[in-house]
Structure formats: structure tokens, C-alpha cells
């Protein structure tokens, strides 16, 4: 029973993962992008979800109504005013800039919020648990695996049953015909980032309730989206929560066996995933 707890535990944790990965996997799919501040910016989103709940003295949920939008329209400036210039055929622009992003956002918020670790307090959620099967589960993990599967199932069917996902997968097909069509790809690949930012802000303020946080943590968030999303596939949205799940068990399991294995664990069954299938368990597929 007592690993069978690790594994239900690791896959409820899979569903953070999950969410640190999607913006990453959907931005990628769309404009071959790898964005080196998305970790950064998801603590970014877990500070303006603390500055929201201090400020106006809500539950840190209800600040996603604000942070949310507010992260879709710095996605948006930020690939409007800035990384449209640097995509093309060589991918090291991109890295050097957003690697240069990831500078300036870990020491502005050192500045404004200091290094002191913060956590966002979520009252009963918090600690709140029920029983099931004689497995006894948090509901914030619960609800936040949740999330991310509906968040997920929502990209998804963005990206392969609406007008803006066809205009998605269109620009990432083909730009120049895509352009030749009338879709201005720039307006297309603000739009894009603006939606990862948008995931990105749920996975940040779900971050800040379930842990303390500080200014120079992203690396790590970072590092746990990149792995989900390879293990799961680039692109594959499906395959980035799969990505995330195998994650999060290897580390519990990992955890179970050693205490000062957990972190070391999930990046070892990476590196072994990423031996055997180097383009992921489950490559990108059309729809």
C-alpha cells in the first residue's frame, strides 16, 4: 500500500509538472520556440498572485481572474515587442534572448520581493484531505491534477477544432504560405505565447500555494517542464501530461527508496527515456 501511495502521490504531482510543461510544448509546436525564462516567469505569475492576494485579501484562486489576463497580455508584448525579431532559421537567437529574459526577471524580482521565500496561503485547501481506498489524498493535489487535465483537454481542442488552432497550425506548417493566406504569423505567434503565458499563470499561483517560492527557483521549474515535455514528446500535448506523470512517480518512488533521491531520481529515468526513445514516448501527432 505504501507504494502504491507513492505512485498515486507522484501522479498527482505529475499534474504540476504537467502545467509548468504545457506553455513550453505549445510554444514549441507552434514556432519551434524554446523559451529558457519560462521557468522565471512562472514565478513571476506566483508573485503577482501574491501581490493580488495581499493587496486585495483574496484566496490566491480567485487571483488567477487577474493574474491570468495579466500574464496573457506580457505574453503577448513580449513576443510582439521582442522575440518575433529573433526567430528564423538559426535557433541561438532565441536562446541568447530569452536566457538574457531570464536574467533580468530573477534579479527584478530580487529587487522588488526580495530573497526571502514566500508562500501564498490558500487556508483549508491547503490541508484538506479525504479517503479513498484507504489512500488518503490531498485535495489541492487532487485539484491540481484536475486542472491540468482540463487545461490541457482545452489546448488541445484549441488547437485542433477551432479557427485560432488552425491558424496555429498553419503558421507552424508552413509561415511563408500561411502569410501568403492572410494570417499575419507575428499576430498569430503573440496570440500563441499569450495562451502559454495564460497556462503559465495557473501552474505559478498552483505553485505558490503548494510550496514556498523565492526569486531564483525558476531554474528548477524550468528543468521539470523541459523534462515532461521531452519525455512526453515536443509538441504532443497529451504526451506532456503522460511526461509529466512519469516524472512526478519516478521522483516519489525515488523519495520512497531514498529521501536525498527524489530529485535525482526523475532526472535519471529521463536521461534513460531519453536513450531509448530520443524523440519521446509519444512524438508529435496530427490531428
Excluded at 152 to 169: E, H, K
Excluded at 188 to 217: C, E, K
Amino acid at each position: 500500500m505504501e507504494w502504491l501511495n507513492a505512485v498515486v502521490q507522484g501522479t498527482l504531482l505529475g499534474g504540476l509538472y504537467a502545467l509548468f510543461a504545457a506553455g513550453l510544448s505549445l510554444i514549441f509546436g507552434v514556432m519551434r520556440l524554446v523559451n529558457i525564462a519560462h521557468g522565471d516567469l512562472i514565478i513571476l505569475a506566483a508573485y503577482l498572485g501574491l501581490t493580488v492576494t495581499t493587496v486585495a485579501g483574496v484566496n490566491p484562486l480567485l487571483a488567477l481572474l487577474l493574474v491570468v489576463p495579466a500574464m496573457g497580455l506580457i505574453g503577448y508584448a513580449l513576443q510582439r515587442g521582442i522575440l518575433n525579431q529573433t526567430l528564423g532559421d538559426d535557433l541561438l537567437p532565441p536562446l541568447l534572448v530569452t536566457f538574457g529574459l531570464s536574467v533580468i526577471l530573477q534579479n527584478t524580482l530580487l529587487e522588488v520581493y526580495t530573497a526571502d521565500p514566500q508562500k501564498m496561503d490558500a487556508g483549508a485547501l491547503e490541508t484538506a484531505s479525504f479517503d479513498l481506498a484507504g489512500l488518503t489524498l490531498g485535495v489541492l493535489p487532487v485539484l491540481t491534477f484536475a486542472i491540468a487535465v482540463a487545461v490541457i483537454w482545452g489546448l488541445q481542442w484549441t488547437f485542433y477544432r477551432t479557427a485560432l488552432g488552425r491558424a496555429f497550425r498553419a503558421v507552424s506548417d508552413n509561415q511563408d504560405i500561411a502569410q501568403l493566406m492572410g494570417l499575419n504569423r507575428r499576430h498569430i505567434f503573440g496570440l500563441a505565447m499569450a495562451l502559454a503565458l495564460a497556462v503559465t499563470a495557473i501552474a505559478g499561483i498552483l505553485l505558490g500555494i503548494r510550496t514556498s517560492f523565492d526569486p531564483s527557483v525558476g531554474g528548477g521549474r524550468l528543468i521539470f517542464g523541459f523534462e515532461a515535455v521531452i519525455i512526453g514528446g515536443l509538441g504532443n500535448l497529451w504526451g506532456t501530461l503522460a511526461g509529466g506523470i512519469i516524472l512526478g512517480v519516478a521522483q516519489t518512488i525515488g523519495a520512497k527508496i531514498d529521501p536525498g533521491m527524489q530529485v535525482l531520481s526523475g532526472h535519471i529515468v529521463f536521461l534513460l527515456i531519453l536513450a531509448v526513445r530520443p524523440n519521446g514516448l509519444f512524438p508529435r501527432i496530427s490531428g
